[in-house]
C-alpha cells in the first residue's frame, strides 16, 4: 500500500478539488462519517462518545462524526480546544451546523477543562481525538499536553482521526507526547507517522479508510513510498518447472567468515540454499574449512590463505575474484573481518567484476572507509546496514539515522545509484530510482545475533535465482521477516535464535508454493 506524507495528503485535496470537483467539504464529510463507521463497532449502550476537537481540520472531521451519531441517537459529547478564532474555514461550516443541535459542546481553554474531560470519561465511553491530524507544526505543550495526558489517562477505548495527535504525520516522530490510541482511522492513505517508529506504536490498531478519493487520482500521483504486500512478493518469486536443473537456479558466490566468526559464514550460506539457489560457493580463510563443511556439506567451498589473525590474508584478491567468475551473484561480509586485503577484494568486486554484488556487515565496515570506489561499480550493488553500519557509511550520528531512516537510506541511494537495505524494526529498501518500500512484518525476537546474515543469505539467494537486486532485496526483507513471525509462534521472542529463521524460510517458501 502506497504511504503519504503530509505534502501528498495536500496535493491530493488540491487535485481532488481542481481536477475531479471534489470539494474538501465533501472529503471531510466522508472522513467523519468514516470515523463514525468505526466508533460505532466500540459502543455500548452504556457508552458516550466524547469527541475532542481541535482548531484544524482534524477537528472538522470530529464534528461532521460527531453529528453522525448523534443522528443516530447515540450519546456524544464533544470538547473543544484551541482558540474558536482560529477555527478552519470547513470546520467552522461543520461548527456553524452543531450550534444547531442539542449536543453539548464544551471548550477547554485551561486545567479546569482538561479536569472535565477526564472525570467524564468513563470504562465503556470511546474518546475520539480529532486534536491534530497531520497538521501539527510543533511540540505539544500546556493545555493540550495536558489534555492529551487525560485522554491517555483515561480508561475509554480510544480511537484518533487519522493520526494520534501529537504524532508528526511525515517523520513518524512522537512531538513531545501524544495520543495512545486503541484505534487509528487512517484517511485517505497511511502516512509516515503511521507506519515508522517510534510513532507506529501509538496508532494501536489501523484502519484505512478511502473517504472517495479517486483511484485514478492516486494513481496520477508520484508517491514514491510503499508498504511490501504479500501479493506482491507472492508474484515475484519464481514458480520452480518441473523441468528444470541446478543451474536454472543460478550459482551464488559467498564471502564469508573469519576465525571466531565461522557462524556468520554457516548461517548464510544455509540461508542462501534454504531459498533456493541451485549452487552455492562459500569462499572462507582456510581454517575454517573443515567446520563449514561439516555444517553446510551442500555448498562448495574455496578456502583461501588468511592471516594470523584468522581473516583473509595477503595476495588472495586476484584467486578470489577469479572463484567469482562463474557467480551470477557475489555476497561479501558476513563475518569477515575487516584489513586491508578486505579493501582490496571489496574494491576488486565493486570495480572489476560485472556482477551484482550484496555487501553486509564487514563489507560494509569496509567500504565506509572508501565509499567513493561506488562511483566504478560495474553492476547493481545491494547494501543490507543496520543503523551502526548505515552511520559509518554515511558519517551520519546515529540518532539521525534512528529519528530520519527514511531520508537517509533514500538520499544514499540516490547518491551512490545503490539499493540500500536500511534494517530495523522496520526496513527501509531505498531503490537508486527513488522508489522506497518499507517492510511491516517481523518482530522484536529477529534481534539476535546472525539475523542480519540469514537475511544476506535470502537476498543472495533471490538474485542468484533471477529476480533483479531491487525485487530481490524488498522480497527478501518481506519473506526474512514472514520467517520470523513463523518461527516466533513456536519459539517466542527470547527464544528466537537466527537459525530458527533458516527453518522459518523452509515454512515461507513452502507456503508461497501452495499459493501460486
Ligand atoms: N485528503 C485527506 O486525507 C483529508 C484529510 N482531512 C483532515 O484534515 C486534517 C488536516 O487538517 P489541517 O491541515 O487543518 O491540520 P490539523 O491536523 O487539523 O492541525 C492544524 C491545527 O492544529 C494546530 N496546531 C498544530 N500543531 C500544534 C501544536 N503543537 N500545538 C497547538 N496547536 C497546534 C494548528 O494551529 P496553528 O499552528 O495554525 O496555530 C491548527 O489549528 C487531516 O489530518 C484529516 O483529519 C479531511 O478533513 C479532508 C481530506
Ligand atoms: N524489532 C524488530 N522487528 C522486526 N525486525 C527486526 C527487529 N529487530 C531486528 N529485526 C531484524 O533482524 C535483523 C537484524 O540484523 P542485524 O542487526 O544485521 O543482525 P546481525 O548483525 O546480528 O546479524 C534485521 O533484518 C532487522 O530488520
Ligand atoms: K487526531
Redesign the pocket.
Known amino acids: 500500500m502506497k504511504i503519504a506524507v503530509e505534502k501528498d ?1 495536500r496535493e ?2 488540491l487535485r481532488a478539488n481542481e481536477k475531479y470537483r471534489i470539494s ?1 467539504i465533501v ?2 464529510e466522508n ?1 467523519g462519517i468514516a470515523l463514525a463507521e468505526e466508533v460505532k463497532k466500540h459502543v455500548n449502550r452504556h457508552s458516550k462518545v466524547i469527541i475532542v476537537v ?8 470530529g464534528l461532521v462524526c460527531a453529528r453522525h451519531l448523534h443522528n443516530e441517537s447515540y450519546s456524544v459529547k464533544i470538547f473543544m480546544i ?1 482558540n474558536l478564532k ?1 477555527l ?1 474555514e ?1 470546520a467552522n461550516q461543520n461548527f456553524e451546523i452543531i450550534k444547531h443541535l442539542n449536543i453539548p459542546v464544551e471548550m477547554i481553554n485551561d486545567i479546569g477543562g482538561v479536569k472535565k474531560l477526564g472525570k467524564l470519561i468513563a470504562y465503556d465511553d470511546v474518546v475520539v481525538d480529532c486534536i ?10 500546556g493545555v ?1 499536553e495536558l489534555a492529551i495526558d487525560a485522554i491517555n489517562d483515561s480508561e475509554g477505548y480510544i480511537i484518533s ?3 494520534p495527535s501529537g504524532i508528526h504525520a511525515s517523520e513518524g516522530l512522537v ?1 513531545k507526547t501524544a495520543v495512545r490510541a486503541d484505534k487509528t482511522v487512517a ?2 492513505l497511511p502516512k509516515v507517522g503511521n507506519i515508522m517508529y517510534p510513532a507506529a506504536e501509538y496508532n494501536g490498531e489501523l484502519v484505512v479508510k478511502k ?1 472517495s ?1 479517486p483511484n485514478e487520482l492516486i494513481a496520477e500521483m508520484s508517491l514514491p513510498l510503499e508498504t511490501i504486500s504479500h501479493e506482491f512478493i507472492k508474484q515475484l518469486i519464481p514458480k520452480r518447472q518441473r523441468n528444470s536443473h541446478k543451474g536454472v537456479y543460478g550459482k551464488a558466490s559467498i564471502i564469508a567468515g573469519s576465525f571466531g566468526m565461522t557462524g556468520a559464514a554457516i548461517l548464510c550460506g544455509k540461508s542462501a540454499l534454504r531459498s533456493g539457489v541451485g549452487l552455492l560457493k562459500l569462499i572462507i580463510p582456510e581454517s575454517l574449512h573443515t567446520i563449514i563443511t561439516t555444517s553446510v556439506p551442500e555448498a562448495v567451498t574455496v578456502p583461501l590463505a588468511e592471516t594470523r589473525k584468522g581473516v583473509f590474508g595477503i595476495n588472495q584478491v586476484e584467486k578470489l575474484v577469479q572463484t567469482c567468475d562463474a557467480a551470477d551473484v557475489i555476497a561479501i561480509g558476513p563475518g569477515c573481518g575487516q584489513n586491508a586485503e578486505m579493501n582490496e577484494i571489496l574494491r576488486h568486486l565493486i570495480t572489476l567484476v560485472d556482477k551484482p554484488v550484496i555487501i553486509d556487515a564487514d563489507g560494509l565496515n569496509t567500504l565506509a572507509k572508501h565509499v567513493d570506489v561506488l562511483e566504478n561499480k560495474l553492476n547493481k550493488v545491494v547494501l543490507t546496514p543496520h543503523p551502526g553500519e548505515m552511520s559509518r557509511l554515511t558519517n551520519l550520528p546515529l540518532e539521525v539515522i534512528n529519528q530520519h531512516p527514511i531520508r537517509t537510506a533514500s538520499e544514499f541511494a540516490h547518491k551512490w545509484q545503490v539499493i540500500v537495505v536500511l534494517k530495523g524494526a522496520r526496513t527501509v529498501v531505498a531503490l537508486p530510482s527513488g522508489q522506497i518500500y518499507i517492510n511491516v512484518n517481523g518482530n522484536p525476537g529477529m534481534a539476535t545475533a546472525g539475523s542480519g546474515d540469514v537475511l544476506t543469505g535470502i537476498i543472495t539467494s533471490l538474485v542468484a535465482q533471477g529476480l533483479t537486486p531491487e525485487n530481490a532485496a524488498i522480497a527478501g526483507v518481506y519473506i526474512h521477516g514472514y520467517s520470523g513471525d513463523l518461527m516466533v509462534s513456536q519459539k517466542g521472542e527470547y527464544g528466537l535464535i537466527a537459525g530458527d529463521l533458516i527453518e522459518g524460510i523452509t515454512h515461507v517458501f513452502r507456503n508461497l508454493e501452495l499459493e501460486v
Open positions: 495528503i491530493i485535496d474538501q472529503l471531510m472522513s481541535g482548531m484544524g481540520n482534524n477537528g472538522g472531521d484551541g482560529k478552519s470547513h491534530f491530524g497531520i497538521g501539527i507544526t510543533k511540540d505539544v505543550e493540550y482521526c487519522d493520526m512531538m484517511l485517505c473517504i478519493v
